[in-house]
């Protein structure tokens, strides 16, 4: 899945600074649990994506099956963590964020094994980040983000630099057994925030909806110029120089390149799969699969063209949406590929979180070690660095979104008003590390250009892995307090525009029916039954245009109506279930005919779940 190289790799050539061509073996070959701070324990290896090594190899074909069967229980005990683990955070009596519980069952799941699960970087980029970063950009508001376009690239671009500027000086000089280039680099893996993470607090934190679109906007853009600054620092470490004319263009190339592959993959295989579907007819099951693998092509042309494949995915995303505004899609064929992103979206975020929970027993039996790097001997001082860096973060942040706000969200006629502390101190808050943080981390490489350790890993490894445990905890613990009657500017016109839209579709169905039906003669055997159907749609859309003026004559607010609605209509559809289920116990329905009725009263349900 994610997670292992194959037992047969060779020894570790690092011939260039690229960040993502590190793997976690030492300089004999062999895997080196130390050094990636994951303990002493044995790793365990998906072998069977390997199992045909051949001669050689020190995985035989004869030993392929029952290490592959070891390898599919492992990914199996993953999904039962997540699956476990959320129903855990459900029944709680505080409002505990699932990642939290999902990574304490990750660190309870390692304790209770003896083999340890080494994660390869580049794999787990692959596996898990294009799918979520391609469903974030599909589904973000594009006009909520190009709104507030100029504090989302305030928030993406220039905080980023901030951070890794002014964490990297103070990580140096906090430890200063860590060369400036290591701070740098420990810098840059810390400072994009996470939408898996933010969004997973956002679940049991309501954010206002306005502070949560220019959060998603920021993790979406953060993250390329992050590991972009990651890359650079790591050159800076293994070559000792640093061109910032050099480091600009590259930023340009992996950006713009990126963008443009993830438009151009997306647009060509849409249009494609548009032409197929349209010539020879529409499959539900091609276009969900097609959907599930434009993240992945959009990621792999990226970084074949040595270009951002995270940039590339999040594009790929934010075209997919555009495209899908043409509505040649069926609405099977949309229901059935939301269902399949919403599980698969659970699962990676929940994978994600029980595997970082997985690596803390592994790297607290090394603390001691890795604590002598910085001169103590005392552990409790890797908890007091942990501490320091998060108030750093936390402080910068505060700073920065303080007056990113005043020049931009809060901008508007009349006197310039100053931001409210609580916003500011709420998107401080709010700034989570995860899973970026986590995989850019482990792409640190373990040798220099001349074969020394790379300096400081094993600490940096350790210190990423506590700010992103820290950073949840502080964000479930003070955005309750923080979001509570929070003032944010109000994005005006919301209701107003969904009753428009209403009332404008309701007509266009009017204007449409009536068309059609003018249109059938009258001479025709089924005109009659053309004239019955089509009055008794007619009476429903005229019976939505109607609800909406009684509203107001009644003066009852749509809020009220929608809620006492909602609750009405689950009564009955919940009768109307039972009532079905019934008779098909006692054999008066057919067990197909059954579940054809449920299912629709299934999708009426759905209306009212949202």
């Given at each position: 899945?994610?997670?292992?190289?194959?037992?047969?790799?060779?020894?570790?050539?690092?011939?260039?600074?690229?960040?993502?061509?590190?793997?976690?073996?030492?300089?004999?070959?062999?895997?080196?649990?130390?050094?990636?701070?994951?303990?002493?324990?044995?790793?365990?290896?998906?072998?069977?994506?390997?199992?045909n090594?051949?001669?050689?190899?020190?995985?035989?074909?004869?030993?392929?099956?029952?290490?592959?069967?070891?390898?599919?229980?492992?990914?199996?005990?993953?999904?039962?963590?997540?699956?476990?683990?959320?129903?855990?955070?459900?029944?709680?009596?505080?409002?505990?964020?699932?990642?939290?519980?999902?990574i304490?069952?990750?660190?309870?799941?390692?304790?209770?094994?003896?083999?340890?699960?080494?994660?390869?970087?580049?794999?787990?980029?692959?596996?898990?980040?294009?799918?979520?970063?391609?469903?974030?950009?599909?589904?973000?508001?594009?006009?909520?983000?190009l709104?507030?376009?100029?504090?989302?690239?305030?928030l993406?671009?220039?905080?980023?630099?901030?951070?890794?500027?002014?964490m990297?000086?103070?990580?140096?000089?906090?430890?200063?057994?860590?060369?400036?280039?290591?701070?740098?680099?420990?810098?840059?893996?810390?400072?994009?925030?996470?939408?898996?993470?933010?969004?997973?607090?956002?679940?049991?934190?309501?954010?206002?909806?306005?502070?949560?679109?220019?959060?998603?906007?920021?993790?979406?853009?953060?993250?390329?110029?992050?590991?972009?600054?990651?890359?650079?620092?790591?050159?800076?470490?293994?070559?000792?120089?640093?061109?910032?004319?050099?480091a600009?263009?590259?930023?340009?190339?992996?950006?713009?390149?990126?963008i443009?592959?993830?438009?151009?993959?997306?647009?060509?295989?849409?249009?494609?799969?548009?032409?197929?579907?349209?010539?020879?007819?529409?499959?539900?099951?091609?276009?969900?699969?097609?959907?599930?693998?434009?993240?992945?092509?959009?990621?792999?042309?990226?970084?074949?063209?040595?270009?951002?494949?995270?940039?590339?995915?999040?594009?790929?995303?934010?075209?997919?949406?555009?495209?899908?505004?043409?509505?040649?899609?069926?609405a099977?064929?949309?229901?059935?590929?939301?269902?399949?992103?919403?599980?698969?979206q659970?699962?990676?975020?929940?994978?994600?979180?029980?595997?970082?929970?997985?690596?803390?027993?592994?790297?607290?039996?090394?603390?001691?070690?890795?604590?002598?790097?910085?001169?103590?001997?005392?552990?409790?001082?890797?908890?007091?660095y942990?501490?320091?860096?998060?108030?750093?973060?936390?402080?910068?942040?505060?700073?920065?979104?303080?007056?990113?706000?005043?020049l931009?969200?809060?901008?508007?006629?009349?006197?310039?008003?100053s931001?409210?502390?609580?916003?500011?101190?709420?998107?401080?808050?709010?700034?989570?590390?995860?899973?970026?943080?986590?995989?850019?981390?482990?792409?640190?490489p373990l040798?220099?250009?001349?074969?020394?350790?790379?300096?400081?890993?094993?600490?940096?490894?350790?210190?990423?892995?506590?700010?992103?445990?820290?950073?949840?905890?502080?964000?479930s613990?003070?955005?309750?307090?923080?979001?509570?009657?929070?003032?944010?500017?109000?994005?005006?016109?919301a209701?107003?525009?969904?009753?428009?839209?209403?009332?404008?579709?309701?007509?266009?169905?009017?204007?449409?029916?009536?068309?059609?039906?003018?249109?059938?003669?009258?001479?025709r055997?089924?005109?009659?039954?053309?004239?019955?159907?089509?009055?008794?749609?007619?009476?429903?859309?005229?019976?939505?245009?109607?609800?909406?003026?009684?509203?107001?004559?009644?003066?009852?607010?749509?809020?009220?109506?929608?809620?006492?609605?909602?609750?009405?209509?689950?009564?009955?559809?919940?009768?109307?279930?039972?009532?079905?289920?019934?008779?098909?116990?006692?054999?008066?329905?057919?067990?197909?005919?059954?579940?054809?009725?449920?299912?629709?009263?299934?999708?009426?349900?759905?209306?009212?779940?949202?």
């Amino acid at each position: 899945m994610v997670l292992l190289l194959p037992a047969s790799s060779k020894p570790m050539e690092f011939a260039t600074p690229h960040p993502l061509n590190t793997k976690p073996f030492n300089s004999r070959g062999t895997k080196d649990c130390r050094r990636n701070g994951l303990g002493a324990r044995p790793a365990v290896r998906l072998s069977f994506l390997w199992c045909n090594a051949g001669r050689g190899g020190d995985v035989r074909p004869c030993q392929g099956k029952a290490k592959a069967v070891q390898d599919v229980t492992l990914v199996l005990v993953l999904l039962l963590a997540v699956v476990l683990s959320g129903a855990i955070s459900r029944a709680l009596p505080w409002p505990i964020p699932v990642p939290l519980v999902q990574i304490a069952f990750g660190a309870v799941l390692s304790i209770g094994t003896r083999q340890g699960i080494t994660i390869n970087p580049d794999v787990f980029f692959l596996l898990f980040l294009p799918p979520l970063l391609f469903l974030d950009g599909w589904r973000i508001p594009k006009e909520d983000l190009l709104k507030d376009a100029s504090t989302v690239l305030e928030l993406a671009l220039g905080l980023v630099v901030f951070t890794v500027v002014g964490m990297g000086f103070f990580i140096h000089w906090l430890i200063p057994a860590m060369p400036l280039a290591v701070a740098f680099a420990l810098a840059a893996v810390l400072s994009p925030t996470d939408p898996i993470a933010v969004s997973a607090i956002a679940q049991r934190v309501p954010i206002p909806k306005r502070l949560m679109h220019i959060l998603d906007g920021e993790s979406l853009l953060n993250d390329a110029s992050g590991l972009v600054c990651l890359r650079f620092a790591i050159a800076a470490a293994l070559t000792g120089t640093f061109s910032p004319y050099d480091a600009g263009l590259t930023f340009l190339w992996l950006a713009l390149g990126g963008i443009a592959i993830g438009v151009g993959v997306t647009w060509l295989i849409t249009r494609l799969q548009d032409r197929v579907s349209g010539r020879w007819g529409e499959d539900t099951g091609s276009k969900v699969l097609v959907s599930l693998l434009i993240p992945f092509a959009a990621y792999l042309a990226a970084e074949h063209m040595q270009c951002s494949g995270i940039l590339a995915a999040v594009a790929a995303g934010l075209t997919m949406s555009l495209l899908e505004a043409s509505g040649r899609t069926r609405a099977t064929t949309r229901i059935r590929r939301n269902a399949v992103w919403d599980m698969i979206q659970f699962a990676a975020n929940g994978v994600i979180f029980v595997l970082l929970g997985e690596q803390l027993p592994g790297i607290a039996r090394a603390a001691h070690e890795t604590v002598a790097l910085t001169g103590h001997a005392e552990v409790w001082w890797l908890a007091i660095y942990i501490v320091a860096i998060n108030a750093g973060l936390a402080a910068l942040r505060f700073a920065w979104v303080w007056v990113s706000f005043r020049l931009t969200l809060f901008r508007g006629p009349g006197p310039r008003k100053s931001p409210n502390w609580r916003v500011v101190a709420a998107m401080s808050f709010a700034g989570v590390r995860g899973a970026i943080t986590l995989a850019g981390i482990l792409t640190l490489p373990l040798t220099t250009l001349d074969g020394a350790a790379f300096p400081a890993r094993d600490l940096a490894i350790l210190l990423a892995m506590g700010v992103i445990i820290t950073s949840l905890i502080v964000a479930s613990l003070g955005l309750p307090i923080l979001l509570r009657d929070l003032d944010v500017p109000a994005e005006s016109g919301a209701r107003a525009q969904e009753d428009d839209a209403r009332s404008a579709a309701a007509d266009a169905a009017l204007a449409a029916l009536s068309k059609a039906l003018d249109q059938v003669p009258e001479e025709r055997s089924d005109a009659p039954v053309y004239a019955a159907v089509g009055n008794r749609l007619a009476e429903l859309y005229q019976r939505r245009l109607d609800g909406h003026s009684q509203l107001e004559a009644l003066d009852i607010s749509r809020s009220e109506y929608e809620r006492v609605e909602k609750e009405l209509v689950l009564v009955a559809l919940r009768a109307e279930r039972a009532e079905i289920r019934q008779r098909l116990r006692t054999g008066k329905l057919k067990s197909e005919i059954a579940r054809q009725l449920i299912r629709d009263l299934d999708l009426a349900e759905m209306r009212y779940s949202r």
